[in-house]
């Protein structure tokens, strides 16, 4: 389960109220799920249909609250190594998605796409769950199955069933880096979702810490994808920095005043996000969280909060709930959003892992 991963959804659920409960507990069952799938059991012929019905589960989620998602997710992604390679799978899918929305990618790029970031390193799950613990580098045979992990996905991918050549194609090509490459004529689809998934894929491993090191701060990595390899913004790393945030949900940041804050939902301007408030100047935590626009001066965001400033205790239950009741909503009115993000009935009525579905 995703316990170890995930700030854990609340006990009490009249506590909780309607937001965070959902949200949490589903993307804990995905996180579940996802483990399950990527040890890609040979025997089982829906294998493909489940892929498509979690990726499908996880796009319900995303469209009702993407920045709750983005929240639980890299706040988790930044702090735990347990089931790592399943998680960052989710995290990838997440970010794809939007990235292609971004991009204003056809529905089935997009799903081929987000199928794509789900299994990319289905060949070597267990293989990366381990190495996030190792302190040395790869043994000689753990190199040799890193490099050819592309290339053993898709081979288990076509023995699962799947025949979408854009899937395929992008998990084939995703550490391939097409701007050195500077293929005549512009790329492919494939090569086109493969450049994506291969930005994303990094930006997620920079933010996960590994034994051997820690992970760099979500501000950090997404500058790094923001830049080509020529040192200069692309389209792909600008569509990733409107997707996430220069300053994630998740994350913690340092205002003007000194206070330290969390963010929760991305802003307007991709350097304006909602924040809230945890502790003050002095480092001491507040007792209930503050909800600030980091548009309005005096509220501006400084830079990314020092690595000590992660052991200041966070009541999720409480920020998720603050913000569900944002009246800052960007783009759409607070009510709706609020209201898109406690419609529980239909979080509970997924379509069931088992079921075929229409897709690639």
Request: proline share 6%; hydrophobic share 50%.
């Amino acid at each position: 389960m995703l316990g170890a991963d995930l700030p854990p959804p609340a006990a009490n659920a009249a506590a909780a109220g309607t937001v965070d409960k959902p949200f949490a507990t589903a993307l804990h069952e995905l996180h579940a799920i996802a483990g399950q799938l990527l040890i890609a059991a040979p025997n089982d012929p829906l294998w493909a249909d489940r892929v498509r019905a979690l990726a499908q589960r996880l796009g319900i989620l995303q469209q009702r609250a993407l920045d709750a998602v983005l929240y639980l997710l890299l706040y988790a992604a930044a702090r735990r190594m347990e089931r790592y390679s399943s998680h960052h799978a989710l995290v990838c899918a997440v970010i794809a998605r939007e990235c292609a929305a971004r991009l204003s990618w056809p529905d089935h790029e997009t799903q081929s796409l987000v199928l794509a970031a789900l299994t990319m390193n289905v060949s070597i799950t267990a293989l990366q769950d381990e190495l996030v613990f190792r302190e040395r580098t790869p043994t000689l045979a753990q190199r040799v199955a890193i490099d050819a992990h592309p290339d053993r996905s898709v081979e288990l991918l076509g023995a699962h069933g799947v025949t979408d050549a854009l899937w395929l194609g992008a998990v084939a090509q995703h550490h391939v880096d097409f701007n050195v490459l500077q293929i005549e004529g512009g790329l492919s689809a494939e090569q086109r979702l493969a450049q994506v998934l291969r930005r994303v894929d990094v930006l997620a491993a920079k933010i996960s810490p590994r034994q051997s090191r820690p992970g760099l701060p979500a501000t950090m990595a997404v500058r790094d994808a923001y830049l080509g390899v020529d040192g200069a913004a692309d389209e792909v790393g600008a569509a990733l920095t409107k997707a996430v945030g220069i300053y994630p949900p998740g994350s913690l940041v340092t205002l003007e005043t000194g206070e330290t804050a969390i963010v929760l939902r991305r802003g307007a301007r991709a350097s304006r996000p909602i924040v809230a408030a945890v502790a003050g100047a002095t480092r001491a935590p507040y007792t209930m969280a503050v909800l600030l626009d980091t548009n309005v001066s005096g509220s501006r965001i400084r830079g990314a909060a020092s690595p000590g400033e992660s052991r200041i205790p966070l009541d999720h239950d409480r920020l998720l709930m603050l913000l569900s009741g944002s009246l800052f909503a960007h783009g759409a009115p607070a009510q709706a959003a609020l209201e898109s993000l406690q419609r529980s009935e239909e979080l509970v009525a997924l379509p069931p892992l088992g079921t075929p579905s229409a897709g690639p």
